[in-house]
């Protein structure tokens, strides 16, 4: 499987401020995933991050809070803008190659705290 | 809507038992995968089994796509298996395949 890193691995940052968060992974995937965890909740899927074209967001989320960029097939960030302390939560990025397999492999995770 | 629901929320257990984590979805799947989350946030994949039972030491899932549910189970516990089980179902969802979490298990193995 993919590794997969993220940076930073956490951070505590003011409200309305913006924080960028990267995902690299060490061999090209098809497909990339942004999702968000809350405190003590499961995972809730943003966004499909799309090479070369505007990510996919779903419901409830948009792109003016949460810009994502995906340059090339190995990399790609979602930004948390204008942050209030409702957007603490973990922030992870997952990685799959399309096909007859689907399995999704996660990144090591963001967490951000909002103070 | 496609909802995925896990049972127990929780359990607490001593070391050396054994466990059947399970998990219930709504609708015809492509996939589905179990994920333990550890104490520092890391999601590790388990099993990804759309169907049938595979084995991985002392755990081992079971799917069964017809009746809509997978069992997940631990045996002989040991405290490192502490931690969050998720359970996460791939549908087709309009034209999109999404990958929908459970609300997860915790399961605390004590010494």
């Known amino acids: 499987s993919a590794v997969i890193s993220q940076k930073p691995s956490r951070d505590i940052c003011q409200r309305g401020t913006s924080l960028t968060i990267q995902c690299q992974v060490d061999?090209?995937?098809?497909?990339m995933f942004w999702y968000r965890q809350q405190p003590g909740q499961s995972l809730t899927l943003i966004a499909t991050a799309n090479q070369g074209s505007e990510a996919t967001y779903e419901s409830g989320f948009v792109i003016d809070k949460f810009p994502i960029s995906r340059p090339n097939l190995t990399f790609s960030t979602l930004t948390v803008s204008n942050m209030s302390p409702e957007d603490s939560s973990i922030y992870l990025c997952s990685v799959a190659n399309s096909g007859l397999v689907y399995e999704q492999y996660f990144g090591p995770g963001t967490r951000l705290t909002v103070t | 809507g496609i909802q995925v629901e896990q049972s127990p929320p929780d359990l607490i257990l001593q070391e050396g038992a054994n466990s059947t984590l399970r998990c219930n979805f709504s609708?015809?799947?492509?996939?589905l995968q179990w994920f333990h989350q550890n104490p520092w946030g890391q999601l590790i994949n388990l099993f990804y089994i759309p169907s049938g039972t595979k084995q991985n030491g002392r755990l081992s899932a079971t799917t069964v796509a017809t009746e809509r549910y997978s069992l997940l189970y631990i045996s002989s516990s040991q405290t490192t298996d502490s931690g969050v089980y998720f359970c996460?179902?791939?549908?087709?969802?309009?034209?999109?395949?999404?990958?929908?979490f459970g609300q997860g298990t915790r399961l605390t193995i004590n010494p």
């Open positions: 609708d015809s799947v492509n996939n």
């Open positions: 061999s090209q995937v098809t497909m």
């Open positions: 996460a179902v791939d549908f087709i969802i309009q034209g999109a395949q999404k990958l929908v």
